[in-house]
């Protein structure tokens, strides 16, 4: 039997999302525009700080959001392809439920998690192919495919914020296709997860063995709230991934 959940249930933070969400991010195609808005909003938030690290092959600015102080470092990035909008609408209304929760306690996060972390977010890495809904950049190239080469400006952007923060653990944050199931059974993945291998022969070294162990925590926690619809992502070579 699982012990009693030590967060708030899923009918509570439901209820609190029904409340603060921007309603705003409420579309199918997000594009710069729409969370300029949004991050000036969040900019006003006392317990987050905005910067503007970089610029789009078109000169739309690139931003991050970053909360906590703690000496555990996570870096999030969104929309690296331009047509998987979801989590940048997701994580910015996390930023807003982590700042109401920081006078209200309202997510009942236990300890000051901001003591222990450093947040930093990038929301829509590829603002070019968010305008025209591509999954790549302005210069045509799949950011994705880029780590090595760094021939786009949001990727060699992308390769200066891990070397400046040194972030413990990075999250690569795309769209959920909804017509996957979580594994052989009839319940579609809600989220899946993937530690990617950094070797050909896929070989777990330690970056990745810490990567599959936060997973297996983090696949624990969620399934509080969504039992059966957290899947494992494929790992076999696609052009959508
Ligand atoms: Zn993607």
Not at 15 to 37: E, G, V, Y
Not at 88 to 93: I, N, S
Not at 126 to 148: C, L, S, Y
Not at 183 to 194: M, V
Request: contains cysteine.
């Amino acid at each position: 039997m699982k012990a009693a959940h030590p967060h708030a249930p899923a009918q509570a933070i439901a209820s609190l999302w029904d409340s603060h969400h921007f309603s705003a991010l409420d579309k199918s195609h997000l594009r710069h525009a729409d969370i300029q808005p949004v991050l000036d909003e969040i900019a006003d938030y006392p317990s987050i700080t905005r910067e503007t690290i970089g610029y789009s092959c078109t000169g739309k600015s690139i931003e991050r959001l970053s909360m906590g102080s703690g000496p555990l470092i996570i870096l999030a990035w969104t929309q690296m392809h331009g047509d998987e909008p979801t989590a940048t609408a997701a994580v910015l209304d996390w930023l807003k439920l982590l700042h109401l929760n920081s006078t209200s306690n309202s997510l009942a996060l236990g300890s000051d998690w901001t003591s222990l972390v450093t947040l930093h977010i990038i929301p829509m890495l590829n603002p070019d192919g968010a305008e025209r809904d591509t999954r790549v950049n302005e210069q045509g190239i799949d950011i994705n495919r880029d780590a090595k080469q760094l021939q786009t400006p949001e990727g060699r952007l992308l390769w200066q914020q891990v070397q400046t923060l040194k972030p413990d653990v990075a999250f690569n944050l795309h769209d959920q296709n909804p017509y996957y199931s979580a594994g052989p059974t009839a319940y579609p993945a809600t989220i899946a997860f993937l530690a990617p291998a950094f070797h050909p022969d896929k070989h777990v070294d330690a970056p990745r063995l810490r990567a599959k162990q936060l997973i297996a925590c983090m696949a624990d926690t969620l399934s509080h709230w969504l039992p059966c619809h957290i899947g494992r992502y494929d790992d076999t070579y696609s052009l959508r991934s």
